[in-house]
């Protein structure tokens, strides 16, 4: 069956512009994740969704990031007034539940000049 | 502080060599780890996980091992194939963190002929 997609996949943008990541994550996947992963780090937890509900922000690194799932499936991630240190990989994962396996999909590459 | 610590940071082996590849880790209380690899330009996908009570674990030509005394993984390729080029992220996780998954910054392995 269908994976995780994500879109776009490369993402170029001017510093202070606004963007929006897209997530689809598996038929059925209640929980969904957003993970930053930048060069040469691990990956860092941003947010996770159970159905539409978000029980856990923490990751979120400031007021300019912004998350939201709607029908208990898509998901986007908007990037408020970016700045360089944005530039990341943008990883979505799902799962069945919570602490069931995680199903990543390929990344969106964001890069702000 | 990185809780998850991996070494070592890249690798460059011959095919059909083997290799070893560890993992250290200061998340407690400890629920499970993973061994993920991740393709250039795609998302992790999951190799191995084990729980407390497991001591290794096969997937394969890939044997991932933890000693939970010692707070310790390591994650073993044998008869390597170029198509087993990849980074390869040691992942935990545990109550401390609400059991969010805590990302090592991988190993990134080239595997050449």
């Known amino acids: 069956g269908a994976g995780v997609s994500q879109s776009p996949s490369n993402k170029v943008t001017e510093k202070g512009k606004d963007v929006e990541l897209r997530c689809d994550p598996i038929s059925g996947h209640t929980a969904l994740y957003w993970y930053r992963q930048s060069l040469g780090q691990g990956l860092e937890f941003l947010i996770y969704?159970?159905?539409?509900?978000?029980?856990?922000k923490s990751g979120l690194p400031s007021d300019r990031f912004s998350a939201e799932r709607t029908g208990g499936s898509v998901s986007t991630l908007t990037i408020q007034r970016t700045q360089q240190e944005d530039s990341a990989v943008y990883l979505c994962?799902?799962?069945?539940?919570?602490?069931?396996?995680?199903?990543f999909g390929p990344g969106t590459r964001l890069t702000v000049t | 502080k990185n809780q998850v610590e991996q070494s070592p940071q890249s690798l460059i082996i011959l095919e059909g060599k083997n290799c070893t590849l560890q993992?250290?880790?200061?998340?407690?209380?400890?629920?499970?780890l993973r061994w993920y690899k991740q393709d250039t330009g795609r998302g992790p996908v999951s190799l191995t996980i084990?729980?407390?009570?497991?001591n290794t674990k096969s997937n394969g030509r890939y044997t991932a091992t933890l000693d939970a005394d010692t707070k310790q993984s390591s994650l073993h390729i044998t008869a390597s194939q170029l198509s087993d080029s990849a980074s390869y992220i040691c992942v935990v996780s545990g109550e401390e963190y609400g059991n969010k998954l805590v990302f090592g910054a991988g190993t990134i392995l080239r595997v050449k002929s």
């Open positions: 084990m729980t407390f009570s497991e």
């Open positions: 993992c250290n880790y200061t998340v407690s209380p400890f629920s499970n």
């Open positions: 969704f159970q159905g539409n509900s978000a029980p856990d």
């Open positions: 994962a799902s799962s069945p539940r919570q602490g069931y396996e995680q199903y």
